[in-house]
Each structure stands twice: as C-alpha cells, then as structure tokens.
C-alpha cells in the first residue's frame, strides 16, 4: 500500500531552536496532507491542512507563526516548530490524502515523529 | 462542532476471548467514520472506514464495525483476539469533499491482551 514517510522520527533540541519535520508520500502525489499532534497518553489534535502550492489552513488556536508549514511540492510539506519551547514537545504525526494513482481519495498516515525541546 | 468519545480508556482481555471498543460520535451531518489502530511509538494504520451503504463494515485483521444512525455509535468487534492486537485504538469522524481527511479523534482505548 501506500506509504508516507516522517522525518526524523525523533529529534532532540535546546529551547530557543527551530526544528523542522518531513513528511513526504512516497509513492503517490498529495495536494492535501494533514499535520496532528498527540500529547503523551491523549489523543491526536489536527493542527492545520496543508495545500501544495499555497497558504496552509490553520485549526483554531494554533500559531501559525509557531508552527510554519511549507507544501512546496506535490509529495513533501514540512512542519517547522520555530523557537521552540518544552511545552512544544509532543508526537507530530502527518497524514496525506492520495490525488492520484490507484489509492486516489484514499487517506495515509505517516509513523510520526517525536520532539523533545530541552 | 464534531467530537467522538471513547468511553473505554483501557480494556483488558483474554486472548481468544472477544472484543468490543465502543465509539460515540456527534456530527450533524452523514459522518465519515474511521477506526485506526496504533502501536507505542507507530503512526496509525487504518482498520476500517465507513461512508455509506451497509451498516456492518469489515475491515482488516478481522475487526468489524457497525454504523448505528439512531445511537451516534460505531462500536468495533472481533470476535477472538489475538495478542497481536494489544494496542491502542482510536475511532475518528470527518466529514466529505473538500474537508476530507480532517478527522476529529476519540481518546483513544488502550487493548491489554492476556495470554
């Protein structure tokens, strides 16, 4: 099946650093793909929809200028946490809606990727 | 607003025995209804989805699951687990067209096997 890959899957960093995640579809193109973060022990909360090619679409009381995301092509949107902060680490998990081939409409989660700001 | 609650946080069977994971949704439309399961440190993987049609879906490993209109539920079944299936289960409700794919996430349920 299809498949969406995260990077990294773990990363560490000093408070006060931006850090950047990938999330690409590996073998199907994604005009849509979906950023959610998952607290220790909660469920998942959708952050923002991101559009290849234009602004992404935030969820209510999410910063925008905390969170940048960046769908510059039609299998790649990234996630940068700017300036981030121990309150920011948390499980970053991307999902991507198929636009083509034969899992079109179909919906595909990357394996996540866990912050830790120090 | 759409929610889902999982009113389950932490089940516990015996292995072979079987299995309900209860899902309540509130959505005011015909809601697109997904099952996903997560193991520790993994991202989701889908066991079923239901949009339309026969209430009873099956999905993967086994599991099914029923669209209940009149009681906003979408409760997920096996009928004998494995211990494989430890895991935690997340049911999730969207909507269609341009929204798919914004899915609002249930607590979660956490599947503890015993052999």
């Known amino acids: 099946g299809a498949v969406v890959s995260q990077h990294p899957s773990r990363v560490i960093c000093k408070s006060g650093t931006s850090v950047k995640i990938e999330c690409r579809s590996l073998d199907f193109q994604a005009t849509t793909m979906f950023w959610y973060r998952q607290f220790p022990k909660q469920s998942l909360m959708l952050m923002a929809t991101?559009?290849?090619?234009?602004?992404?679409?935030?969820e209510q009381g999410v910063e925008k200028d905390k969170f940048l995301i960046n769908h510059a092509s039609l299998t790649l949107s990234t996630l940068t946490v700017t300036s981030a902060h121990p309150e920011d680490s948390s499980f970053y998990i991307c999902?991507?809606?198929?636009?083509?081939?034969?899992?079109?409409?179909?919906?595909?989660f990357g394996e996540g990727s866990r912050l830790t700001v120090l | 607003a759409q929610s889902v609650t999982q009113p389950d946080i932490h089940i516990t069977v015996s292995e072979g025995a079987s299995l309900e994971l209860r899902c309540n949704y509130s959505?005011?439309?015909?809601?697109?209804l997904f099952w996903y399961v997560q193991s520790p440190g993994q991202g989701l993987q889908l066991l079923l989805k239901?949009?339309?049609?026969?209430?009873l879906v099956q999905g993967i490993k086994g599991f099914e699951a029923e669209f209940k209109r009149s009681q906003s539920s979408f409760n997920l079944r096996k009928p004998s687990v494995h211990w494989s299936d430890a895991a935690e289960y997340f049911c999730?409700?969207?909507?269609?067209?341009?929204?798919?794919?914004?899915?609002?996430f249930g607590q979660g349920t956490i599947l503890t096997v015993h052999p």
């Open positions: 991101s559009n290849e090619g234009s602004k992404a679409t935030y």
């Open positions: 999902s991507a809606f198929s636009s083509g081939g034969p899992d079109t409409g179909e919906l595909f």
């Open positions: 959505y005011g439309a015909t809601p697109y």
């Open positions: 239901y949009f339309s049609g026969d209430t």
């Open positions: 999730a409700v969207g909507a269609g067209g341009t929204s798919y794919g914004k899915l609002t």
